[in-house]
């Protein structure tokens, strides 16, 4: 190991000072629960109007999906 240098170990773990999801009165938690559920409602409606887009400049697609859909409805069973 050179001068200066850091083993694996020790260079692996450090965490960057400016990490997100690092709050100072909780070190322990990696983030809040509202926050991962505000970022997961936010991904969840960019997903959905991403769908809607493709939906209108792929209208075959679109439709043909909406049938294998309600061919998957008609053939199952509780």
Known sequence: MADGEQPKRARAARVPPDAPGDAPDAPGIRESETSRRRR??????????????????????ARAARMRQAMRMRTFRW
Do not use: T, Y
């Open 40 to 61: 997961r409602a936010q991904f969840l409606r960019e997903l959905h109007e991403a769908k809607q887009l493709r939906d209108r400049v792929q209208p075959r697609r």
